[in-house]
């Protein structure tokens, strides 16, 4: 079976120079290894994605010389597979709906922020309080019935309870430097999210099912990604799901050495092709054989 890749940009801003590194290093990992090449457009967040977005994807993908395999698989119209997960998840216990507004969530780890630094999950947020997880069952059904919106939670502590130690195959590194068989912490994360308010799926949930399926073999993607594969190797456990290989890339950094931005000017892909940049131009910028 040939090895299949993936790009899978999210259609919520326009691509810059660290999306081309991880479409380019997909596309010539999979031709140089006679794989296939996917294209998923992660399109779930409604209110930050735009059609004109999504189109630039495939203007500036074609641009830089990739083919994908077409239909692109667009997250937003397969929101019945992700339900389905999400209901397997709630047949097993393992979910349970959360009432909080953000501001109602910052509010609580504030108070307990004065009795001692509360834990923060790998990109820094603090971790839920986990207050709707023990709501009184009648008080719990009160809401929901009320209309009140919800979204859906994994409770970590029964998640890892039913799942022995998991690790996952890293071909590239993570941001300690870690490599080859990396113990996954999803405890890290808490209670993460796995259905939004206002979608049946999360960023988490989509990402694994739909590797899953579309028989990906290879996760290629940059570094900040690494600890979100400690959880996506637990729903895939829970899932009875196949674990892909994983490789995180270094992050293409801005002149001034932070994160690029989609609205950066100097990176944006669209912006360097209207100053005359080719795409050898850019495979030579990010160190890419032409
Ligand atoms: N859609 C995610 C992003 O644009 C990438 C997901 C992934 O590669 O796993 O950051």
């Known amino acids: 079976m040939p090895p299949v890749f993936r790009f899978a940009p999210s259609p919520n801003g326009y691509l810059h120079l ?11 990992l999979a031709r140089a290894h006679g794989g296939r090449f996917l294209l998923r457009i992660e399109d779930i967040d409604a209110t930050r994605c735009r059609p004109e977005f999504e189109t630039a994807i495939y203007e500036d993908l074609a641009w830089l010389g990739i083919a994908w395999e077409e239909p692109a698989r667009r997250q937003s119209e397969h929101l019945d597979v992700y339900r389905d997960a999400l209901a397997r998840l709630g047949r097993d216990g393992l979910v349970y709906p959360a009432f909080e507004s953000r501001a109602g969530i910052a509010r609580l780890v ?8 509360w834990p923060r999950d790998p990109d820094g947020a603090p971790l839920y309080p986990g ?5 009184a069952p009648g008080l719990r059904a009160g809401l929901m019935a009320s209309g009140q919106p919800y979204a859906w939670r994994l409770d970590m502590a029964a998640a890892c309870a039913r799942i022995s130690a998991l690790e996952w195959t890293e071909l590239g590194a993570g941001p300690g430097g870690e490599s080859g068989a990396v113990t996954a912490r999803p405890q890290a994360w808490g209670d993460v999210i796995v259905a939004r308010k206002e979608t049946p799926t999360s960023y988490h949930l989509a990402v694994t099912v739909d590797d899953a399926l579309q028989g990906v073999t290879h996760v290629v993607r940059g ?20 674990a892909p290989l994983y490789r995180h ?40 054989a032409g």
């Open 110 to 117: 504030a108070e307990r922020d004065r009795a001692a630094p």
């Open 249 to 288: 890339h270094a992050l293409v950094l801005g002149d001034d050495g932070r994160k690029l931005a989609k609205s950066g000017r100097s990176t944006v892909l669209r912006e360097l092709r209207a100053q005359g940049v080719t795409p050898a131009g850019i495979r030579r910028r990010l160190g890419l």
């Open 18 to 28: 660290g999306h081309a590194y991880s479409a380019l290093l997909n596309h010539d």
């Open 131 to 135: 207050t709707a997880r023990t709501l």
């Open 223 to 242: 570094a900040d990604l690494f600890w979100s594969t400690s959880v996506h190797r637990l729903l895939q456990a829970l899932l009875a799901l196949p």
